[in-house]
């Protein structure tokens, strides 16, 4: 086959996976541990990989290698969530096998299968089990012996199926709440909407995935100092200084290329990371700052003009005017409709500051925002804040006169003592750890621990107070979202004094899509 007829094929199979994951995404989003209407992992795997078939179709390419590492960059940028942060590095380590060839051989195909697997393992310092990351590495192992480009195929995809079926033998929260992982299942609709192009046969019909009677997507320490530097060399293995350099600490960022790699790492001992960067190369623009000096400094007043500024994350319009009243630059987002790496990359660039602060405001952002980190030339400080609510008692810590470590340490002694949890109603019924929820019914979130439910939005919000203890809390904030609106918050609000005269009580618009309330103790 010519190499221009095989650049087109290529294109073509990328927009059959493409059809089969939007076919399929109401079914992957409803793959969720917990049984609120949040479930988004079917969405982020869509509009990453629309953004690396978008990537493809902006440009003529006359060879198929080319057009892989087009689609690899258009994911990079694209990547939502932490499912398409994984899936666009499974295209990234494609693409480095790929990207020079003019024609790819069943060789070149299984030798990129485990190339792929592995970039998206080395991507993540805590692996686990029963996740995309299994289903790509068993995908990979299965292809070995396939002797052309749709037997490769056809034997990925029902492997990934297998491996997918196992993902709850693997991992406790998706045997308990009755799911496959959500991740894994997105991977395995790609690879089998590939495979149906290559047989001719048409795209499969949404899959019938439903939870077993009951209903995920699929996954700083201490502070010290915050040290980052360049290395400058010949030959730098990434992925080997990334391994080297996780035992020292955390916060890991090491990424570049074979002659320039960007290392940022809190730790507590930076010479060790200096020492054990020193044989690879020179070391330039290195910066050590003192994190916990900073922060038990933090109350000190600063004249210097700003440093840092800070990206919040806003599940709606209210939270956004709040954020901005605080001085943040709010960006859209939130559970279904998580920032790509590309949006988050152009607030961070935006900014005037010489350092950028992120407050991801949702579990689901923070891969995106470490990818975000990594391709800026700026210092990017990730905070993963749980919630909104979470989001603005950080922001409150901020001060616009102090270093972008001073503020790092305030906020994260913020998001520390705060008690933030969030108000949903279930979709389906669920089990969640050791729960049962049933379908209608109204749950309080607390991070991962469901802390209350009930038939009573404003008993369920009563006894997750109890639960979480607000006898020593002065502060409360109630973010009410569209369908609670501002008559019931006002109720709610009147119904918690009762209970607890001594709370000071606001309540504001979030304007959030999916959760009742955000509620905030300080």
């Known amino acids: 086959m010519p190499a221009a007829n095989q650049a087109e094929c290529v294109r073509e199979a990328l927009r059959a996976g493409l059809a089969a994951l939007t076919a399929n995404v109401n079914a992957l989003n409803a793959l969720n541990v917990y049984p609120v209407p949040d479930g988004d992992t079917g969405t982020n795997l869509a509009l990453t990989f629309r953004a690396a078939v978008a990537a493809v179709d902006a440009a003529t390419f006359e060879h198929a290698g080319d057009l892989i590492a087009a689609a690899a960059a258009g994911a990079l940028l694209g990547a939502r969530g932490n499912s398409g942060v994984i899936l666009s590095q499974l295209l990234r380590g494609a693409a480095d096998v790929l990207r020079e060839k003019d024609l790819f051989t069943a060789t070149d195909l299984r030798r990129a299968f485990v190339a792929a697997a592995d970039a998206a393992h080395r991507a993540l310092l805590r692996p686990v089990e029963g996740t995309i990351l ?3 590495r068993d995908a990979a192992a299965a292809t070995r012996d396939a002797q052309d480009v749709a037997e490769i195929f056809t034997i990925a995809a029902a492997a990934a ?12 929260v998706l045997r308990e709440a009755g799911v496959v992982d959500a991740g894994g299942q997105g991977l395995y609709v790609i690879l089998d909407g590939v495979r149906a192009f290559l047989v001719g046969e048409p795209l499969p019909e949404a899959d019938d995935v439903e939870p077993t009677d009951e209903p995920h997507d699929g996954a700083g320490g201490a502070f010290g100092y915050c040290t980052e530097f360049l290395i400058l060399g010949d030959g730098l293995d990434v992925s080997s200084l990334r391994d080297q350099f996780a035992a020292l600490g955390d916060s890991v960022i090491v990424v570049g290329d074979q002659s320039t790699i960007r290392v940022h790492i809190h ?3 930076p010479g060790r990371a200096l020492t054990l960067a020193g044989p690879y190369g020179e070391l330039d623009r290195i910066k050590i700052d003192n994190m916990d000096r900073q922060r038990a400094a933090r109350h000190r007043t600063h004249t210097v003009a700003a440093t840092s500024a800070v990206i919040a994350v806003a599940p709606g319009a209210g939270f956004a005017r709040v954020f901005r009243s605080l001085g943040a630059i709010a960006v859209p987002g939130g559970q279904s409709m998580n920032p790509s790496a590309g949006t988050l990359l152009r607030a961070i660039e935006s ?31 990730v905070l993963p804040s749980g919630d909104p609510a979470a989001g603005a008692a950080a922001l409150v810590a901020f001060r616009p006169d102090a270093s972008a470590a001073e503020n790092v340490a305030g906020m994260q002694e913020a998001l ?18 050791g729960r049962h ?21 404003e008993t369920v919000v009563v006894e997750a107070l109890t639960a979480l203890d607000c006898t020593d809390r002065e502060q409360l904030a109630i973010y009410w979202g569209e369908r609670a609106g501002r008559l019931a918050a006002e109720r709610l609000a009147a119904r918690i004094s009762e209970e607890w005269a001594h709370l000071h009580i606001e309540i504001v618009d979030g304007g959030q899509p999916n959760y009742d309330y955000f509620v905030a103790l300080e």
């Open 134 to 136: 299994t289903v790509a």
């Open 437 to 457: 929820v049933a379908r209608g019914q109204v749950l309080a979130l607390a991070g991962d621990e469901v802390v209350a439910v009930g038939s009573d939005t």
């Open 351 to 381: 900014a005037s500051t010489a350092e950028v602060i992120v407050l991801t405001n949702n579990p689901n952002v923070k891969a995106a925002a470490n990818q975000a980190a990594t391709m800026s030339e700026k210092p990017v400080h």
């Open 161 to 172: 199926r297998d491996a997918v079926a196992r993902t709850p033998s693997q991992l406790a």
């Open 267 to 269: 730790t507590a001992d």
């Open 416 to 433: 520390e003592y705060v008690r933030s949890f969030a108000v949903a109603e279930a979709v389906r019924a669920a089990t969640v750890g």
